[in-house]
């Protein structure tokens, strides 16, 4: 039996990025505690797939067609959330996509569009759950961030880092206007987690995942469904009292020092 305070039931969500990876294992796991779940996702095929896993276990869900980094798009998303359910109290801004490029290249246009997409468009999604949570007097927003956007991971990553850096920010700020109110704000910085993007990436350059693993303590990769437990946490009152947390979701990669190593580790450990 689950402890009473992880549960989500008579609570509606939110899950943007809900067709596929971490976005429909948050979602499925809001509903695994009772929660009813919106699915926004510019995949509308896949969206309606979770759609139908949460209906089979007995909770309500809906998929709507969203791009996030279209903000009419996002401010009818929560219109439609308004018609269909009359209140929202979990937000997990999962959905966005980073572009990259080496700095020294970059075109200024190719940086535009991942802060609108990453920041621009998550704003817009945190400022419309918080007015109707204000009003509501309790809710709870979950930002999903990046390990690349506490510190840099080079490669080209400068336009996600700096994205993923500013969301972890809005986070700190939003958090601190409105905790008084009731509305907690807090962000999950996933490490490398495996997904088909991912697979791709690495089925190209085989050496990265040793690259990954070495600065990953635990030796391996996230899985996608390892976000279903920080997420409920984070959704739940049994986060009563926490509000602008930054949690990693990393496998102990930022409290190893880079040039450190660990008992297994692909590189030379002595």
Not at 99 to 123: I, Y
């Amino acid at each position: 039996m689950s402890h009473p305070l992880f549960d989500l039931s008579g609570r509606v969500a939110m899950v943007s990025g809900a067709a596929s990876g971490m976005g429909r294992q948050m979602a499925l796991g809001f509903a695994e505690v009772g929660a009813d779940v919106v699915l926004a996702d510019i995949n509308l095929p896949g969206a309606e797939q979770t759609a139908d896993d949460i209906d089979s276990i007995g909770r309500r869900a809906l998929a709507v067609r969203c791009n996030v980094s279209e903000i009419e798009q996002v401010r009818s998303l929560y219109q439609t959330i308004d018609s269909e359910f009359g209140r929202i109290d979990i937000v997990g801004n999962v959905a966005g996509e980073g572009l990259m490029g080496r700095p020294e290249e970059l075109p200024v246009e190719t940086l535009q569009e991942v802060m609108q997409n990453l920041v621009v468009g998550r704003f817009t999604s945190c400022q419309e759950a918080g007015r109707r949570m204000l009003a509501q007097g309790k809710g709870s927003i979950i930002n999903f961030g990046s390990i690349g956007g506490w510190n840099s991971l080079g490669r080209g990553h400068t336009p996600y880092g700096m994205a993923m850096g500013a969301g972890i920010q809005m986070t700190r700020e939003l958090s601190t206007e409105w905790a008084s109110r009731g509305v907690r704000v807090n962000a999950i910085l996933p490490a490398q987690v495996w997904n088909d993007g991912l697979r791709k990436r690495i089925a190209s350059t085989p050496e990265l995942e040793d690259t990954f693993k070495g600065g990953i303590p635990m030796g391996r990769l996230g899985n996608p469904e390892e976000i279903k437990g920080p997420a409920i946490f984070l959704a739940s009152d049994a986060s009563s009292f926490v509000t602008g947390a930054i949690l990693p979701m990393d496998g102990g990669n930022l409290a190893m020092n880079a040039g450190g190593t660990y008992p297994g580790s692909p590189r030379a450990y002595a």
